[in-house]
Structures are given as C-alpha cells and as structure tokens.
C-alpha cells in the first residue's frame, strides 16, 4: 500500500519535470506542432450527460460531470478538473437468486448496488494536428472520495392454476420484510489517460471528444451504515477498478 502511495504522489512529480514550457521552434514541421495561442486559458464543461439525455430521452444512471480547466504552453496544455462520477443500474436489481422454495412458491433475493464519488484530477496533454483539427493525448492523477452502497430485498412468487408463477403482494411476510443495505466510504486515487480530438469551431469556442480509460484504486476508510439479517456482506477492504473508458464530450471557451 505504501508503495502505491508513493507512486501515485509520485508520478505528477516526474510529468511536470518534463518542462512542458517550452518556447516554440520555427524548425519544427508545422502539422506537427502547435504554436502558442492568443487564447491559452481554457474553461470547460462535459456536456456527454445533456446529449445522452436528449438521444436516450431517459436517466442516465452511470454518470460523469466535469468541469475543467487547462493552460496552454504552445504543444502542451496543463489541466485541472474537478469530476463527480456515479454508476449503478436502471432497474431496481443487478441479479437475484432463489433462497427457499416449495412445490408451489419460491422466495427470490434480489441484490443491488452502486457509487458514486467526486474527485480532484491535474496533469497535461500534448497536442497534435492542423489549424482546424488536432488530437491529444494526456494523462491524470486522481485523489477523491466516494462511497458504494448496496441492498437485497425479497420477492414471493406462487403458481396460479396455470402453473405459471407470479408475483405475490405480501408485504407482511416475514422474509418479505427482511431488507439488508450497506454503505461503505472510499478514498479514491488513481489515473487517467485521454486520447482526444479537438474540433476548433471559432476563435472563442471548442469541441472536443475524447475516451478517457482510468484505473482506480479504492482506499477502504469506513463503513458508515451495514443492516445485514441475512448475512449476505463480507468484510470490505481496498479494492482495485480498471474502466475500459469513459466517453467524454467536452464544450470548451477559451479566453
């Protein structure tokens, strides 16, 4: 765990020892550089949960906000952002199983869970492309804090003369009754890295559209509530989380 740390505090040593201040250099291939800008502050929203929920016309249930900041220095830019990340499910359950059952009815537990947590990111990107278009890839560390919640409740089925099963409403039966929920609170650390496409719209205004895949590691701090009747819950600890990629649509002004 100590050598995680070290690394994670580390890593944006070494990233900004790399001087990425560096003046531009007429030698350098044009297409292949970019040159100081008259607007090097950039402010920006990611806009992918208003589109999502245009398109979908629905909750978007795995969520991210970010609002950012970014500097620029000519082929690089240094950036900041602040993020506030959910995921969980669109119904109410991940998965059940059958926990008692009889000729004619059987119990299911149903089983549900999800987090949500904000966190601080800093690092750079380095820029590539033309005048109109050009692509980037940076990289992120993480410190946030988040929490993970989950439940089981449970259902009673019973067949009808049909011999189909069906949901019963007995909201007085004992196993009916017997909830179990859990919440468990995180230091979050990690990093990120992005690969991304700029799309200069105007002098003030930009687009870009960019994957981000991120890999987190999850500092187990406490456990602020646990109701537990039918000993579902294992003792929780530190825990790793690898994301393929977020899919980030970023508005940005840039002044």
Do not use: C
Not at 35 to 61: A, C, D, K, W
Not at 154 to 178: A, C, G, M, W
């Amino acid at each position: 765990m100590r050598n995680l740390l070290l690394l994670f505090f580390s890593l944006p040593i070494f990233i900004f020892s790399q001087d990425p201040f560096l003046d531009t250099n007429s030698n350098v291939d044009s297409l292949k550089y970019i040159e100081y800008e008259s607007q090097r502050n950039y402010f920006g929203l990611n806009i992918t949960p208003i589109m999502s929920g245009v398109i979908s016309n629905r909750n978007n249930h795995n969520l991210k906000l970010s609002a950012m900041y970014k500097r620029n220095y000519g082929y690089k830019n240094l950036r900041l952002s602040l993020n506030y990340l959910t995921e969980g499910s669109s119904p109410n359950f991940d998965f059940y199983i059958p926990v008692s059952s009889t000729d004619t009815s059987i119990y299911y537990r149903y089983f549900n869970s999800n987090y949500s947590y904000s966190d601080f990111r800093f690092g750079f990107e380095e820029l590539r492309g033309y005048s109109g278009t050009r692509v980037h890839v940076g990289i992120d560390a993480i410190i946030g804090y988040g929490n993970q919640s989950s439940n089981y409740f449970h259902r009673l089925f019973s067949k009808d003369s049909s011999d189909t099963y069906r949901l019963q409403d007995t909201p007085n039966d004992p196993l009916v009754k017997t909830i179990g929920n859990r919440v468990t609170n995180y230091l979050v650390t990690g990093l990120d890295v992005s690969f991304g496409l700029d799309w200069i719209m105007n002098d003030a205004f930009m687009l870009t559209v960019q994957i981000t895949p991120q890999f987190n590691y999850f500092i187990f701090l406490n456990q602020s509530q646990l109701e537990d009747p039918s000993g579902e819950y294992i003792p929780f600890g530190d825990y790793a989380d690898f994301k393929l990629g977020y899919f980030d649509l970023n508005l940005i002004y840039r002044f």
